[in-house]
């Protein structure tokens, strides 16, 4: 039995495989290295570069290496693109999915789990959000997202595959062993931006806003590290195989950093003092956005990075990291 990964290449899916791999589970890796790198992937695992929606590929995938569970990390996750490019986020977030889990069920996959995302809440308030809260999502993405989600309870309700869609907030940080981190050329994430302008890949950066109903008028978010959140990945997979039912989790800490709380962290941390400008808003933030987490907690995830200086740190040394490799992408 061998469990499918898809967007094994990619920051998240990459991570994901080197906790199933320390695990000594059989991992096949599925990505069409669009915005992911072979190099992320682990020699332990069997590689495959190709598309979600190849069904011939997939069912032949399935059947060759029996498929127990397919974790679907696949697709495209940049907001402003998707308000730009909708048709491309249904396409590869919502369509591509549906041919996914048609594949998934015709092969007798048991279990399927979702990479969704904190953007199926849309605009909500400063208070932690729960899975139960009401689901607006203001982007294509949240929606494409969505949509997904609304296809897996509905096909788990009919055919004998559970699922587990995971939501998640503010991903961040490396492998503690510097296997792997967030790699993509042209990221926007803050703490990646921070840290990049830290080691003068860029000359300044810029904060979005500092007239938000927030304690310091910064928007607040909930920064997860990379490797507590594949292994709430991990735990929801073993909930599955023992028979749980199907689950949806938020994945965060259930706290709030704002932004100028993190650019001064990430001064201290690589201790430079870059140049931060006061910048307008950027289109569709909303003020805060924290994990209601207690639903991931009460299944036993017991995460060990819940600390903003160890996520900076490790993203700090994974771009010192890719800074020295042959094949590194460029910054811009
Ligand atoms: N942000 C910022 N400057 C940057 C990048 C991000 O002020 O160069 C802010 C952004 O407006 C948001 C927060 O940092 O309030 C987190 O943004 P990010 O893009 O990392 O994640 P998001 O919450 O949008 O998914």
């Known amino acids: 039995m061998s469990i499918l990964v898809t967007g094994g290449a990619g920051y998240i899916g990459s991570h994901m495989v080197l906790n199933l791999a320390d695990a000594g ?3 096949v890796v599925l990505d069409n290295l669009v915005t992911g790198f072979d190099w992320l992937v682990d020699h332990r695992v069997r ?22 569970a397919v974790i679907h990390f696949a697709g495209s996750v940049v907001v402003p693109e998707s308000v730009v490019n ?30 969704s995302t904190a953007a199926v809440y849309g605009m909500v308030g400063l208070e932690p959000v729960s899975e139960d809260n009401v689901l607006n999502p203001v982007s294509p993405y949240g929606k494409s997202k969505l949509m997904s989600e609304w296809m897996l ?44 302008t830290a080691l003068g890949l860029r000359d300044a950066m810029s ?36 028979g749980g039912e199907s689950v949806t989790m938020n994945c965060g800490y259930g706290r709030g950093f704002s932004v100028d709380a993190v650019v001064k962290t990430v001064k201290e941390v690589t ?12 289109a569709g933030d909303p003020a805060s956005i924290v994990a209601g987490a207690d639903r991931i907690r009460a299944m036993g995830w017991q995460p060990e990075y819940d600390d903003l200086e160890r996520i900076v740190e490790m993203a700090y040394t994974w771009e010192k990291h890719l800074g020295t490799r042959n094949d590194r992408p460029s910054v811009f």
Do not use: W
């Open 47 to 68: 590689f495959v570069k190709g598309n979600v929606a190849d069904t011939d590929l997939v069912a032949h995938l399935i059947a060759e290496y029996d498929i127990e």
């Open 207 to 242: 904060v979005f806003g500092d007239d938000y109903p927030t304690p310091d008028g910064t928007c607040v978010r909930d920064y997860i590290h990379v490797t507590d959140l594949v292994a709430a990945h991990a735990l929801v997979l073993d909930h599955l195989r023992k």
């Open 25 to 27: 589970e059989s991992v």
């Open 271 to 282: 201790g430079v003092d870059f140049a931060v400008e006061h910048g307008p808003r950027r």
């Open 153 to 196: 309870a509905d096909v788990a309700a009919a055919h004998p595959m559970t699922y587990g869609v995971l939501r998640y907030f503010n991903v961040a940080g490396a492998d503690p062993q510097m296997r792997s981190g967030q790699s993509t050329a042209g990221a926007t994430h803050l703490i990646k931006v921070a840290v990049q």
């Open 86 to 115: 909708p048709l491309k986020y249904y396409a590869n977030n919502t369509a591509a999915t549906r041919t996914l889990i048609e594949t998934c069920v015709r092969g007798g996959v048991s279990h399927f789990i979702f990479s």
